[in-house]
C-alpha cells in the first residue's frame, strides 16, 4: 500500500478550532469597537431628538409656566397639561393622569434647568453624567 502524504484529522481539527477562535475574537474586537463609537454620539443625539420631540407638531405643545426647574406646557391636541422635570432623568409628566414619559436620561440629578425667554422660547441647560453640559432653546407653539 501506498502512503499518501497529506494533513491527519488531528491536525485539520486543531487548524479549524484555530481558525474559529480568530473569527469570534475578531467579531468581539469588532463589536467593542463599534459599541465605544456609538456611545460617544449617543448623548449627542439623544439630545437633539430631545429638543425636536418638544417641538413637534404631533404634540403642538403649548407653553403655560416656566419655574426653574419645572416646565409646564398644553397639549391641545390630547387636551393634557403635562409637566417637564428633570431629576435623573428628564422625563414629561401628565397632571391628574398618572404616569410620565423619559425623554432624556443619563443627566446628573436636579442640574435641569429651565429659563423663559422671549415670546414663546425657553432655554433649557442640564448637565450629563460625564459632565456635559448641554444648552437648547425650544420654540413653543402660540395659544
Not at 407638531?57 to 406646557?73: M, N, P, W
Not at 401628565?94 to 423663559?116: D, H, S
Request: proline content about 1%; some cysteine.
Amino acid at each position: 500500500m501506498k502512503r499518501l502524504t497529506g494533513f491527519t484529522i488531528i491536525e485539520c481539527v486543531i487548524a479549524l478550532a484555530i481558525t474559529t477562535l480568530t473569527i469570534l475574537l475578531a467579531g468581539w474586537g469588532l463589536t467593542a469597537l463599534s459599541t465605544s463609537n456609538r456611545h460617544s454620539l449617543d448623548s449627542s443625539v439623544d439630545w437633539y431628538i430631545f429638543l425636536q420631540e418638544m417641538e413637534a407638531d404631533s404634540h403642538h405643545f403649548i407653553l403655560r409656566k416656566v419655574a426653574g426647574t419645572e416646565l409646564q406646557v398644553y397639549s391641545p391636541r390630547t387636551g393634557f397639561v403635562y409637566t417637564l422635570q428633570g431629576r435623573d432623568v428628564l422625563y414629561l409628566k401628565a397632571w391628574g393622569r398618572g404616569g410620565y414619559l423619559p425623554l432624556l436620561e443619563g443627566i446628573q440629578g436636579k442640574t435641569c434647568r429651565f429659563k423663559q425667554l422671549v415670546g414663546q422660547r425657553v432655554r433649557v441647560e442640564v448637565v450629563r453624567e460625564n459632565g456635559e453640559k448641554l444648552v437648547g432653546i425650544i420654540q413653543f407653539y402660540h395659544a
